[in-house]
């Protein structure tokens, strides 16, 4: 009853930020000798390309993402609010700073572990 009504880019947006919610690892390309992307890292590309035309709607649901997030999903959420509001996203990634709480990272075929504060630390010293 929800669905009806509603654009399909509405329900597509809702349900890749129901992924980032959710995540528990943090790619942002192919991961493994395949380079295989995560159905998480296709939810991430879905949100950024959903920027472009519809910011707004985009910039509520990261609010969602970083309010009800996992640790990976609030990262993910930090870094797609740099390219909507920088200082949003500075802000926010100076909150995250003390953040204990560990997730999964990929790069390549490299798995890693990591908090989310010193990752936050490491987006906050590159910018």
Do not use: N
Not at 26 to 34: D, N, S
Not at 58 to 69: E, I, K, S, T, Y
Not at 85 to 108: H, I, K, M, N, Q
């Amino acid at each position: 009853m929800f669905g009806i009504g509603r654009k399909t880019w509405e329900r597509e947006l809702g349900a890749a930020v129901d992924e980032l919610v959710a995540a528990d690892t943090l790619a942002f390309g192919g991961v493994g000798i395949a380079g295989t992307l995560l159905p998480v890292t296709e939810a991430y590309e879905r949100v950024s390309a959903a920027l472009d035309d519809h910011p707004e709607e985009v910039r509520r649901q990261l609010d969602r993402v970083l309010a009800d997030g996992t640790p990976a999903g609030r990262a993910y959420a930090a870094t797609l609010l740099e390219r909507v509001d920088p200082a949003a996203a500075r802000a926010t990634w100076t909150s995250l700073r003390d953040d204990p709480s560990e997730f999964t990272t990929f790069v390549g075929c490299v798995m890693d572990r990591e908090t989310l504060g010193t990752y936050a630390s490491r987006r906050l010293a590159a910018a």
